[in-house]
């Protein structure tokens, strides 16, 4: 009892670091690869999810190993304990991977979350005078931007006004994924999104560093910190007056979604 007891600890020591590393080498990865400028806070938001996944997988997992690894030894292999082994690894299988379901529902829940927000607000087809943005196409695609994305498919370029349902989503998503707002929880996720399409994304990354560690709280500091850049913008450039009670409406709106409201 004493050896196995001795193996499960070492194993579990073992198992905690080399998972925890594991971990946050892929989280790194994975915010490099879908961020920009929001790289460092998606690492350091992640980071300690990731090692608390590493501790209890790799503690659990290793000690398994050290207990097999020393018991092995004692056991008498029969076609019964073959059978039973392979079931308890199906098992954890089946339950590894509903796990990995869950957690790409709850994904998925959150982009449609801000997808369908950020629609709303954004409407139909507009061409005003004042808009630097010029010809907007619905869900507030430029007509640059859509030149842009048309060309990356091998398209020939067309009006903005005929953008498609899916082209519009497709563009979307290619900014959830710069902006890496589906590291953030809900509904930070949701101000990340609806910022990276209503401003630059460098703008829109400005208003994500150094938030709350609470993500309620973190997605009202965007918000606030997007009222402040919009009357900085009508103070510079008067004309945009014209915009801003919209644009308030807008993050009103945005308020009252962080707060399970709308």
Request: glycine share 12%; proline share 5%; hydrophobic share 40%.
């Amino acid at each position: 009892m004493q050896k196995l007891l001795i193996a499960a600890g070492i194993g579990a020591a073992i198992g905690t670091i080399g998972w925890s590393s594991i971990n946050l080498t892929a989280n790194n990865l994975l915010c490099r690869y879908k961020s920009s400028g929001a790289d460092f806070i998606c690492k350091v938001w992640n980071a300690p999810g990731a090692v608390i996944d590493g501790i209890w997988k790799g503690s659990l997992l290793g000690a398994g190993a050290g207990v097999l690894l020393v018991a092995g030894l004692k056991i008498k292999w029969t076609p019964n304990t073959l059978t039973n082994l392979s079931l308890l690894a199906l098992t954890l299988a089946i339950w590894s991977h509903n796990r990995a379901s869950i957690a790409h529902t709850k994904s998925s829940d959150k982009m449609e979350k801000a997808f369908a927000f950020t629609r709303r607000w954004e409407g139909g087809n507009t061409d005003h005078p004042l808009d630097p943005g010029g010809r907007t196409g619905s869900g507030g695609v430029l007509q640059g931007e859509y030149d842009t994305y048309r060309a990356s498919k091998g398209l020939p370029a067309r009006d903005v006004f005929k953008i498609s349902d899916s082209e519009i989503r497709d563009i979307y998503l290619g900014y959830w994924n710069r902006g890496g707002c589906g590291n953030f929880p809900d509904p930070l996720s949701l101000a990340c999104f609806d910022s990276y399409i209503n401003f630059a994304p460098n703008t829109a990354s400005g208003f994500l560093q150094n938030l709350p560690g609470d993500p309620v709280p973190a997605a009202h500091t965007v918000v606030e910190r997007r009222k402040a850049f919009r009357y900085l913008r009508v103070q510079e450039n008067p004309s945009q007056s014209a915009f801003l009670n919209g644009w308030l409406a807008r993050d009103m709106d945005l308020d009252k979604v962080i707060d399970g409201g709308g």
